[in-house]
Each structure stands twice: as structure tokens, then as C-alpha cells.
């Protein structure tokens, strides 16, 4: 066979859909993904991915085209992510917590030429879909429930089941190692999201950094309960599980009586959610009948765990506890908080990962140790470019680093320690106050705290008035006052929130992020009242 350019590419080329490829030569008989009743082995999901990245093809999909996917946690959503990948094509997932015209704006920006969508979300998107001209082809996944009739927003919708009929054989497409696997929109808090341009290279290079960091192996057994369409679950646990030839259990949410029989029954050997989730699992009935031997490691992201959480933890489930922090501009791991550092730095985020250089910043100039600045990064795993927004871009690489929006700095042992998203730093009385300190001190201060966000909202004398919401543990009260006067062995007067609002839950993302943004809205008159 002649070297062409693209027999040149199949050899030497970086595609994440190349490492299903392999490991389904390695270990074709391994379970690859179990979904409900339904198991798969690798040789088995590989050649699914290939039927449906040909039957594409023969539609005119090749690199470059857009295909967005709007599906909760499946194998589905899997083999429409890896066939995009094989394929060259750029896959869209859309977040599930968007409302119809932020989908539409996706649809739109993204230039999706097709969709795929879930059964039980059709009526959604078929509103959003109703303002976009673009999409041409519609693909329904079974989901949770079978949909008979096909029309869709004004188009022929078919099965999904119907691109299940071509070739099994290898598709051959010509791939840069630079070319966009995915555009993933960050959530918008004051305008439309962005979208973030993941090239194989980022992603690909994610996955060896997570199975290299974390020594994941083919004889691990993953169970995927957080949102695939966020990076943090996808190519932080499912693209380098299926580099390894590991298994995963998908789940479609969090359920803490599901996930104890599950681990107990399966033997799984890692997991990975919100601080909030361990709390619930450790609070269950079931959590002291259930058999935790095979837990090898447990991740969590979005926000250390308070001493008094992250301690229970680790003598219950009795395995390595790890903290992932970064961004999906970053693929999206950029530090680890590493089992050894959990008990002695509580609080910090960790040490960089192979592939990223970590840096704190400010006004162009690297900072050392101690000095708190912008959290900056370098490595292959960044972005390629907000897609179309040249400005953002050209603001988010300036001084050749990426700059994070992050506040933080660097302690005397090299560890990371993250003080504040920038635009949540709150400004009272002339000081500035980090919110995430406020948070951490409420933790400590009272055990009946289960979850906190804390604010800044405008106030006549202070500019902005550190305000504080906690929700309670089950079965608890919080009082206020006696809150406050706890802080004081916690925190400088100044920083000791002006009102503690007690609230019986917090809004989140579909990730479960708190929404900050949405509490200063909502309570934004408070002081003026």
C-alpha cells in the first residue's frame, strides 16, 4: 500500500477514537460498558461505533461537521461520541439543564448539521430545534422510553437504531491531531455560553494523564453517575477507562441506595461525585451493610470537602480519595489533590498533572510561592479557541499562558491552594474577601452545615455585604447567632458574614454546581428591604 497523506495519518495520527480501537484488539472479551441490563465487551462496542461512524459517512458526515448529541448518561451517548471521533466529525453534547432558547443558541453557533436526541427529550428539543434552520437530520436514541411517532419539529426524525447498519470495518478518514473532537459550551451566568473548541490532541493526552496519575487499569470497574455531557465525567473517567480496557457501569443520576448495592454487587473499584454525595451515601441506613473492600480510589471535584467530611471518608470507604480541579478549557484536569495531601493540606487543590505547567500571575508577571494572583496554565491539554470569538480568545491567552478567571496561590510544598473564582471575590468595607474562605470557616465552625454558599450583595455602608445561605443536615436546626459567634475562632471580624440566611436547598447546575450568580440575583434587594 503507497504512503498517502492519509495512510501517513492512520499510522501516526493522535484520535481519541483510535484508543477504543486498540483496546478492543487488546481485550476484545472484556465487558467495556454494562447500561442497564445491557453488557457490551469491547470488540462487541467497537464494532457498533464503527456501524453507526460508517452509516454517517454514507450520509455525507466526514471532518468538521457538527453532530450535537442531547442524551443523559448511555451507551448511546458513547457511541455517538467515539464515532464523531472516528469519523473527524465534531460532537456537541448539550447540557440537559439548558433551557430551550440556550439550546437553540447552541444548535445555531455550533453550526449542528444533525442531532441526536433521546426519546424523552424530544419535546424540549423540539422547541429549540423549531428556531434552527441548520439541523437537517434527526436521530432518536431509545432513552427511557419508546417514542412511536417520528416527526419532529417540521423534519423526518428516524431511529437511531438506523444508522446500527453499516460496515463493522474500520472507517478511514483523514484526521488532524489538532482537528476539534468536541465543542463544549461553559454554562452562561449573564450571557450565552461559550464554546470551547477540545482538540484530539487535549483530549486524548487528558485521558493517559488520568489512567498515568491515577493507575487505572483494564481490571477496573467504573460506575459513570455524573452528566456524560460534562467533561469532568467524560474524559475524566470514560475516555481513559476505555483507553485502559476498563469497565463502566453507567448510571443515569445519583441515587445513594443504587450506588452502595451496586458497589458491593459489582465489585467496582472506583467512583466518582460531589461532596454532597458522599455525605448521602455515608448518611444511608445501608451504608454499614454494604462491602466496600473493592473501592480502590473515590474522586470527587467541584469543591474540597470540609476536615470533618473528608475524615469520615476516608475511614469508612477505606480507599485513596482524590480532588480533580481545573476547567473545560483544560480537558478539563489541571491539579490533583493527591491522597497523601488530604488530611495534612485540607483545602488546598493539589499538584499539577503530567502535561500541565501550573502558575500564579499577575499583571504579566509570575509570582512566587505565597503570593496570591491569577491561576495560569500551560500544556497540551488547553483549548484550542472559544469557537467563534476571536476576542475571548485573544483575552484568555494574553502573556502566553491561559488565564483561568481562578485567584489562588502556591504554599512553601509546591501545593495549589484555590482562594477564589475572581468575579465571586466579594469587596466590603474597603477589603476584599475571598467567598470560598467564608465557606470553608462556616464548615468547620458548625457540623450541622451540610451545604453553604456564601455572597457578596450590595449594601449602602459596606458596598458589598458578606451574606452567607446554609442548608442544615437532615434532621438539624442552625442558629444563626450562634453561627456568627462560632466564626469568631474561625475567621477576622471582617469577614464574618453580615446575615446567615438558613434555606432548605441551594440551586445548582446540572453538574451540581452551586449557582452563585443565581443567589445575588434572587436576593439582590436583601439589605435594601
Known sequence: MPITPLTDNLIHRINVGDSLTRSAARYPRNIAIIDGERRFTYAELNAWVNRVANALAAGGYGPGDALALASGN???????????????????????????????????????????????????????????????DVFIARGVQEREDL??????????????????????????????????????????????VGSHTAVYLESVMMALEARFTEEDRFVAMMPMFHTAQLNCHCTPAIMVGATLHVRRAFDPADLLDTIGREGITQIFGLPMMYRAMLEHPAIDSTDLSSLRRALYAMAPMPDALIRRCIEVFACDFYLLFGQTEMS???????????????????????????????????EPPGTIGEIVYRGPHTMT????????????????????????????????????????????????????????????????????????????????AITAFVVATPGSRIAPDDVKEALRGHLDSYKIPKSIIVVDELPKTSTGKIQKNVMRDLHREHYSS
Open 74 to 136: 448511555s451507551v448511546e451517548f458513547l457511541v455517538t461520541y467515539y464515532a464523531c471521533a472516528k469519523l473527524g466529525a465534531v460532537c456537541v453534547p448539550l447540557n440537559l439543564g439548558w433551557r430551550p432558547q440556550e439550546m437553540t443558541y447552541v444548535l445555531n453557533h455550533s453550526e449542528a448539521r444533525g442531532l441526536v436526541v433521546e426519546s424523552q427529550l424530544v419535546p424540549v428539543l423540539e422547541r429549540a430545534v423549531a428556531e434552527v434552520d441548520g439541523v437537517s
Open 332 to 366: 478539563p484536569t489541571a491539579t490533583l489533590f493527591r491522597p497523601e495531601h488530604q488530611l495534612s493540606h485540607n483545602g488546598a487543590v493539589g499538584t499539577p498533572v503530567v502535561n500541565v505547567q501550573v502558575a500564579i500571575m499577575n499583571d504579566g508577571r509570575l
Open 385 to 464: 479557541e472559544y469557537l467563534k470569538n476571536p476576542e475571548a480568545t485573544e483575552a484568555a491567552f494574553t502573556h502566553g499562558w491561559f488565564h483561568s478567571g481562578d485567584i489562588g496561590s502556591f504554599d512553601d510544598d509546591g501545593i495549589l491552594w484555590f482562594r477564589d473564582r475572581s468575579k465571586d471575590v466579594i469587596k466590603s468595607g474597603g477589603e476584599n474577601v475571598a467567598s470560598i474562605e467564608v465557606e470553608k470557616a462556616l464548615y468547620a465552625a458548625d457540623p450541622q452545615i451540610a451545604e453553604v454558599v456564601v455572597v457578596g450583595l450590595p449594601h449602602e455602608r459596606w458596598t458589598e
Open 151 to 196: 416527526p419532529f419539529a417540521g423534519r423526518e426524525a428516524v431511529p437511531f437504531a438506523s444508522l446500527d447498519t453499516g460496515t463493522d470495518t474500520e472507517p478511514e478518514q483523514l484526521v488532524g491531531d489538532r482537528a476539534p473532537l468536541t465543542y463544549l459550551y461553559t454554562s452562561g451566568t449573564t450571557s450565552f455560553p461559550k464554546g470551547v
